[in-house]
């Protein structure tokens, strides 16, 4: 049975650079890669797409929610919804922009779809409902998803993983998984202190008792005969990601350079933290000043959004925002905040105290 491997690509770093990862190192996959055009990204981002097609020698599928509307996708769900804005309360942006079409574009196929979440960052990222898509996560030292670790590692797996363990390890490391295997997972013992305690061992021997347990379900990589990725324990991190953008010629997005600034004589830098659309509400207030003074029209457009008390922002609208002393203030607290944290790099992702996830296009699934 046919397996589809894809790859869904933002417009920011981690996912551009997980797909130069993939056909550097796994060339034998035949990955599909897409994106979700929002409509409302901003021009380097598409550059990035572009430059990547290029890299890839791959066509990069490009898709669209509402495609037969007159209007762009974003602009079509607004006026459906009343003018209704996203927010992390409600983030109908991400259902209906992003995973609306790519779940219409796979279908009922067997997907393996490769998720660019780093080995330095703490969270899960979306993982399907639909049976049929199973999500991997390369650049992680545990590259399977949260469902599947749950099932291999329950109390009543304990046998199964003594069983398949004897096929890939032996002598004092095969001893040490049988007992931590053996411990049943309670309040003193968790799912993540059995996970970390068995990779600390040996990494593609648990990849590939997790392919075996993988082959008694209805997981999409139940039906492969191989799987190249069991072999690989390579935990790539932010600086990795940047390196592999620049070495590639492909390039880091000019947004998420530092960008000099200065208040009361003292100086800082701003940038963007992520990709996705220009008015994304996941942005710090720092973020909504550096489009106003980088991208103002962008800004007005966003805006222009803002009506019937909805707004982008809790408790502030982009008018109030942009007001000179509340622009001074924004960035007075922000250095304030920062006085501690000189930067690494020539990114502001080394100074933000925030995650610098790519926004909804970190749901990709």
């Known amino acids: 049975m046919k397996v589809r491997h894809v790859l869904g690509i933002s417009g920011g770093k981690d996912s551009a650079a997980l797909a130069i990862y993939l056909k550097d190192n796994y060339p034998e996959l035949d990955i599909e890669y897409y994106t979700c055009d929002t409509g409302k990204e901003l021009q380097q981002t598409y550059q990035l797409i572009d430059d990547l097609q290029i890299y890839l020698e791959k066509e990069i599928k490009v898709l669209k929610a509402a495609e037969r509307s007159h209007l762009d996708p974003f602009d079509h769900f607004i006026k459906y919804k009343g003018q209704f804005l996203p927010s992390s309360f409600n983030r109908w942006c991400t259902k209906d922009l992003k995973l609306a079409p790519f779940e219409e574009w796979v279908g009922n196929d067997l997907v393996v779809s490769y998720v660019g979440i780093r080995g330095d960052e703490d969270r899960e990222g979306y993982i399907s409902h639909k049976p049929n898509i199973q999500s991997i996560f390369p650049f992680r030292r545990n590259i399977w998803s949260e469902d599947v670790i749950s099932k291999v590692l329950k109390n009543a797996n304990i046998s199964f993983l003594q069983n398949a363990y004897p096929k890939y390890l032996a002598g004092s490391e095969l001893e040490r998984v049988i007992a931590i295997s053996s411990e049943l997972l309670s309040q003193r013992f968790r799912q993540d202190d059995k996970l970390?305690?068995?990779?600390n061992i040996d990494i593609k021997a648990f990849n590939k008792v997790v392919f075996d347990y993988l082959r008694g379900t209805t997981y999409p990589l139940a039906y492969a005969d191989r799987y190249p990725l069991l072999n690989d324990d390579n935990v790539i991190v932010r600086n990795d990601v940047f390196k592999m953008l620049e070495d590639s010629g492909v390039g880091v997005p000019d947004y998420y350079k530092s960008i000099d600034f200065e208040i009361d004589g003292h100086k800082g830098k701003y940038a963007?933290?992520?990709?996705?659309?220009y008015f994304c509400f996941y942005q710090q207030r720092i973020e909504w000043v550096w489009l106003y003074e980088q991208h103002p029209d962008l800004f007005y457009k966003a805006m222009e959004?803002?009506?019937?008390?909805?707004?982008w922002g809790q408790n502030e609208?982009?008018?109030?925002?942009?007001?000179p002393e509340r622009i001074a203030q924004i960035k007075k607290e922000y250095l304030l905040r920062k006085a501690a944290k000189a930067p690494k790099s020539p990114y502001l992702l080394d100074i933000l105290d925030e995650s610098e996830g790519e926004g909804c296009a970190a749901c990709f699934i």
């Open 196 to 199: 970390e305690a068995l990779l």
């Open 305 to 311: 959004y803002e009506k019937d008390g909805y707004t």
């Open 272 to 277: 963007r933290s992520r990709s996705g659309c």
């Open 317 to 323: 609208s982009l008018v109030e925002l942009i007001k």
